[in-house]
């Protein structure tokens, strides 16, 4: 399937934004859904990964702030992020994958600076 993110932007620090990755197909069947991030001059991290046993984990930099969600119905995951900060700039990309087969979104920029 193909991947589109959509939902990054510019947000002060504290608020809120929530990312969608609406895939070009069915992902009822996914196995992993993932969101990574790349933050300027560091390498793509993992931000928040969720299995089909609804197994989710997140970056300890991001526990409880940041939600990662999927509706099979729509064909879409989220990440919900609140109370973000500086340091949460970055291009995320979110991540499918169906057994042996994976796909990437093209990336969305959040920006957090006031």
């Known amino acids: 399937v193909q991947l589109q993110a959509s939902g990054g932007g510019l947000v002060q620090p504290g608020g809120s934004l929530r990312l969608s990755c609406a895939a070009s197909?069915?992902?009822?069947?996914?196995?992993?859904i993932a969101w990574y991030r790349r933050a300027p001059g560091k390498q793509r991290e993992l931000v928040a990964t969720s299995t089909t046993r609804v197994i989710t984990r997140y970056a300890d930099s991001v526990k409880g702030r940041f939600t990662i969600s999927r509706d099979n119905a729509k064909n879409t995951v989220y990440l919900q992020m609140n109370s973000l900060k500086p340091e949460d700039t970055a291009v995320y990309f979110c991540y499918v994958q169906t057994g042996g087969s994976y796909s990437w979104g093209q990336g969305t920029l959040v920006t957090v600076s006031s």
């Open positions: 197909g069915s992902i009822i069947s996914a196995n992993v």
